[in-house]
């Protein structure tokens, strides 16, 4: 039985390093490749890359190969870009050609080449047109979802007077918030803050975005075939997603149950109609699988980006009172404490305009954004680069370009403010990627930034839990980038 095993190995090994000669052959007789590290059989440059720390691994090249150079994730060839000029080059002045979705191979197994998120080609176009569409029809970018983000935030404020200036960990408080302005899209309707279901859903979610940082989940996406038998935290990551996506389709059922096709009630319902009228076209992308994942994309997106960055956001608050205070004075001024902030304050509030941007650039939560892969055959900076190629654009780098970031690795509002203190757009300023694939739901994340931001500062000062100087900014994970755990402290203003 050993002796079988053993030649079993044996057998995968070897294949595995026949597959990795004939990928390696028909990739070097394309000619002029990026420069990077030599891989190995099998493994690729998984030595180089470190799972507990992969963003410093990527550092760690970048500084020896350039803005531009190749590695393999096991057998797949990864190109990876450095830099404003490298990632704009690519994602916007080359962007039919940079715009496709790669998935490393482990997470194919979740999402397949479903949803918004993973498609490409016509499937794509369909799903993203029909999203952002029908995201515009319930309010994104209208005075009707910045009410409802009003409205949620009030909520959220109750939870705090509920806290009666008590330290408290805010992790749930903004998830909860932030996540039911995307589910009043979604699912037609807001949760409670105490709703079971609800607080189950969103502690699957804050697990599982965890869990995919985990340096045997790492493992796992680029070895699936070999980790899928190895016990561990990404099994109960498959576990995990396999539970939101039962979550997602037991919406479906609920809105195919009480369907009015006159009058739709959310995106689900909108998917559900258009799944009826096309149901005679086999060609139609409007299907079972396309609608649960879409939605579960959606979802996903509206609520881990935008609270986590508020969470950030009001750690490097307690971490700079002097900046908090300035925020402060300018909602007094522009606002007062007679009405509700809204969108249309933020063009006369240059200063909490720039203390926003640089808590995206500084916070950096998306610091390998999601991968890309090249459509065609193309030429990018003299190197050959074949059709299918996977490119990881480093947005981190972007982010802390030096050329256009005068202080790249400390929170400086001024990378915002001109010499007279009005607000300055900088190109290099990309939280959300750029190009075809920028994320769709970048106006209603600013909506939520703002508005979350300056009503919370108009109603509560921050008590003090630790002194500024011993306030760690340091990202708790390796991947992508979360505030350690803190508690936060707040008094009513009124």
């Known amino acids: 039985m050993i002796l079988g095993d053993g030649v079993t190995l044996f057998l995968i090994f070897f294949l595995s390093f026949l597959v990795f000669l004939s990928a390696w052959g028909s990739i070097k007789k394309w000619g002029k490749m990026p420069p990077g590290p030599t891989p190995l059989p099998f493994i690729g440059n998984i030595l180089q890359m470190r799972p507990n720390n992969i963003l410093n691994s990527f550092k760690k090249l970048n500084m020896k190969y350039g803005s531009v150079y190749m590695l393999y994730l096991a057998t797949e060839p990864v190109l990876v870009l450095n830099g404003y000029d490298a990632v704009k080059e690519a994602l916007i002045d080359n962007a039919d050609v940079f715009g496709d979705r790669a998935m490393i191979a482990g997470f ?57 200036g008590s330290p408290f960990d805010p992790t749930f408080y903004f998830s909860r918030s932030v996540s039911n302005i995307i589910c009043s899209i979604v699912f037609g309707n807001r949760f409670d803050y105490k709703d079971d279901t609800f607080l189950k859903l969103l502690k699957l979610l804050s697990e599982t975005s965890k869990l ?96 986590t960055t508020l969470r950030y956001a009001f750690l490097i608050l307690q971490k700079y009172p002097e900046i908090t205070e300035k925020v402060m004075q300018e909602i007094d001024h522009v606002i007062g404490q007679d009405r509700v902030p809204a969108v249309e304050d933020r063009s006369k509030m240059p200063y909490t305009d720039a203390v926003i941007h640089e808590i995206q650039r500084f916070a950096d939560i998306a610091p390998m954004s999601v991968p890309h892969a090249v459509s065609q055959d193309t030429e990018f900076r003299g190197y050959n680069i074949p059709k299918g190629t996977m490119v990881f654009p480093m947005l981190t780098t972007v982010l802390k370009d030096p050329q256009w970031f005068k202080n790249p690795h400390s929170f400086d509002p001024g990378h915002f403010l001109d010499e007279h203190g009005a607000f300055k757009k900088n190109d290099a300023f990309m939280p959300f990627s750029a190009g075809k694939r920028i994320c769709l739901g970048e106006g209603l994340a600013r909506m939520e930034l703002f508005l979350f931001f300056t009503i919370i500062l108009q109603n509560f000062t921050l008590g003090i839990t630790k002194d500024p100087k011993d306030i760690d900014l340091s990202s708790e994970l390796h991947s992508r980038n979360r505030p350690r755990p803190y508690s936060l402290c707040v008094h009513s203003r009124q």
């Open 108 to 164: 194919r197994k979740f999402f397949g080449e479903y949803g918004i998120i993973s498609s490409n080609g016509e499937r794509w176009k369909h799903l993203r047109r029909f999203a952002l569409m029908t995201m515009r029809n319930f309010g994104m970018g209208k005075r009707s979802i910045e009410e409802r983000i009003q409205e949620e935030v009030h909520f959220l404020m109750e939870e705090f007077r509920k806290t009666r």
């Open 212 to 307: 995919t940082d985990s340096p045997l989940t790492q493992l796992y996406a680029n070895f699936p075939l070999v980790m899928q038998y190895i016990p561990g935290p990404h099994l109960r990551l498959i576990e995990n997603m396999k539970l939101i996506k039962e979550f997602v389709k037991e919406r479906m059922k609920m809105h195919q149950e009480s369907l009015d096709p006159n009058f739709p009630r959310d995106f689900i319902d909108c998917f559900l109609i258009k799944m009826e009228k096309e149901k005679q076209n086999m060609a139609s992308e409007f299907n079972e699988d396309n609608l649960v994942m879409s939605t579960l994309n959606l979802f996903f997106a509206g609520t881990e980006t935008t609270s």
